[in-house]
Each structure stands twice: as C-alpha cells, then as structure tokens.
C-alpha cells in the first residue's frame, strides 16, 4: 500500500475524546443553539477538566456568540455525532446552556416564528 493511502491517527481521534461513546448524554437536537454558562467562563475548563476541545467549544460559545450544534461540528472538523457527545457532556456538567428550537405546533404543524427568524438571520450572515 502507498504510503499517502495509509489511514492516519487523525481518522480515529474523534472517537477517542468521546471514549468511543457514540451516544451523548443528551439529546441535541442539530439547530440546537449552543452558550457557555458562568460555570464554564469560571475557568472550570481551564483548570484541568475537560480536554481542549471543551476549551474550543467554551471559547467559540461565549461573549454572546451562541452556535448551533452543527457550526461547532463543522468548525472543529469533528463528524456530527462526536461533536454531539462533547456538548452533551459539557451541558450535564453545567459548563454550557442549550437552547432547543421550538417545535411543530400540534395544532396547526406551523413552525415557530423565532426558528424561522434564527434560521433567516443564519442565512444572511453567510
């Protein structure tokens, strides 16, 4: 085999800082709307819990600057799923808020008004 066709260590690291779990904690839905919360700006993180993608994550996620589930994914190049299982574990560890869009409205299968406004506001800053 070539050595440029030899898989790297980067396609399994993902997996690894998740300890193979594929499964988060939470679920999350993809537009879910992401914010690091006190505890998380306290330095938590920095001293030592959590790895550095949980730094990313707080730091990409504060100041005001929420971010859907699949902008986090997207900007760290992690497969969906693994950036999944980081914010689920940085949500039951109260280092991030989570913010899920409003549902279908039973009566009516309407979207909610504030989704379609965020998902309109997503599409202008492209």
Do not use: F, N, W
């Not at 914010?35 to 996620?61: D, F, K, L, N």
């Amino acid at each position: 085999m070539p050595e440029r066709d030899e898989p790297t260590g980067a396609l399994v690291r993902p997996y690894a800082v998740t300890r193979g779990r594929t499964r988060p904690k939470v679920d999350i839905a993809l537009e879910a709307l992401i914010e690091t919360t006190v505890r998380g700006r306290s330095g938590m993180i920095r001293g030592g819990q959590g790895g550095s993608e949980h730094q990313y994550i707080a730091t990409m996620c504060d100041g005001g600057r929420v971010q859907s589930l699949a902008e986090i994914a997207a900007r760290m190049q992690l497969p969906l799923g693994v950036a999944r299982v980081i914010v689920a574990d940085m949500a039951s560890d109260g280092l991030v808020a989570i913010y899920e869009p409003t549902s279908l409205d039973d009566e009516t299968d309407a979207v909610g008004t504030e989704l379609l406004e965020r998902v309109l506001s997503g599409l202008r800053r492209l």
